[in-house]
């Protein structure tokens, strides 16, 4: 029990001796966390190139109304189904086939329905937006960790003369703080196309959805 408080009086006394040793486990559980964000704004990135090169370069406003008015004359006849049909026409991108795919089989057509279905719509734009986002962030900040945390070992290789113990930690230093920058800068512009893009669908879905009720 002695010792035990011997310890813990030592590590108040001398903080920098408990935080060298925490800040030294971090770097390996921070460095998976960065080599997979890389990962995953890799397949972002490819998932990103995808919709891009299948977005629908036809749209205009007048297939949008044509498409609205075809859907609102199958709705008074009651065929919900030719109704979803036509509204496909709005545009050949995923988030306003994403919407017409959660209208079903167009049974239930009522201003109440389309606009939740509207609302989850946005709903799921806003959450790949947020995937992409939440990185522009982190990058930087994991990059920074991974490179300042290097640097106290570094520091004690220097001080010993340790040149390749000094050489391996600031290589780690520094091309973790190019990986984390390369992160941040591929979230930014995935997301700010993506957003620009979304916003210009979801418009397409609102303008054809107020021609719909008329």
Same mark, same amino acid.
């Given at each position: 029990?002695?010792?035990?408080?011997?310890?813990?009086?030592?590590?108040?006394?001398? !903080?920098?001796?408990?935080?060298?040793?925490?800040?030294?486990?971090?770097? +390996? !559980?921070?460095?998976?966390?960065?080599?997979?964000?890389?990962?995953?704004?890799?397949? #972002?990135?490819?998932?990103?190139?995808? #919709?891009?090169?299948?977005?629908?370069?036809?749209?205009?406003?007048?297939?949008?109304? /044509?498409?609205?008015?075809?859907?609102? /004359?199958?709705?008074?006849?009651?065929?919900?189904?030719?109704?979803?049909?036509?509204?496909? #026409?709005?545009?050949?991108? +995923?988030?306003?086939?994403?919407?017409?795919?959660?209208?079903?089989?167009?049974?239930?057509? $009522?201003?109440?329905?389309?606009?939740?279905?509207?609302?989850?719509? #946005?709903?799921?734009?806003?959450?790949?937006?947020?995937?992409?986002?939440? +990185?522009?962030?982190?990058? !930087?900040?994991?990059?920074? @960790?991974?490179?300042?945390?290097?640097?106290?070992? @570094?520091?004690? /290789?220097?001080?010993?003369?340790?040149?390749?113990?000094? $050489?391996?930690?600031?290589?780690?230093?520094?091309?973790?703080?190019?990986?984390?920058?390369?992160?941040?800068?591929?979230?930014?512009?995935?997301?700010?196309?993506?957003?620009?893009?979304?916003?210009q669908d979801i418009s397409d879905i609102e303008y054809a959805l107020e021609l719909l009720e008329g």
């Amino acid at each position: 029990m002695k010792a035990f408080l011997a310890g813990v009086g030592y590590y108040i006394a001398h !903080p920098a001796a408990l935080m060298y040793p925490v800040a030294t486990i971090l770097l +390996w !559980p921070i460095l998976v966390i960065e080599v997979a964000a890389l990962c995953f704004v890799v397949f #972002e990135f490819g998932r990103f190139t995808i #919709e891009m090169l299948r977005r629908d370069r036809k749209r205009s406003l007048i297939r949008i109304e /044509a498409a609205a008015r075809r859907s609102r /004359a199958e709705i008074t006849a009651r065929k919900g189904r030719d109704a979803v049909t036509n509204l496909r #026409e709005i545009s050949g991108n +995923w988030l306003v086939a994403h919407f017409v795919s959660l209208l079903g089989d167009g049974s239930d057509m $009522s201003t109440a329905r389309l606009a939740k279905v509207l609302a989850e719509t #946005e709903m799921t734009a806003t959450k790949r937006l947020d995937s992409t986002r939440l +990185w522009i962030r982190l990058g !930087p900040m994991i990059g920074l @960790a991974t490179t300042l945390i290097p640097i106290s070992p @570094a520091l004690v /290789a220097l001080a010993k003369g340790d040149l390749a113990t000094l $050489s391996a930690e600031l290589i780690i230093a520094f091309s973790t703080t190019v990986i984390g920058l390369v992160i941040s800068a591929a979230a930014f512009v995935i997301s700010t196309i993506r957003e620009r893009v979304y916003l210009q669908d979801i418009s397409d879905i609102e303008y054809a959805l107020e021609l719909l009720e008329g």
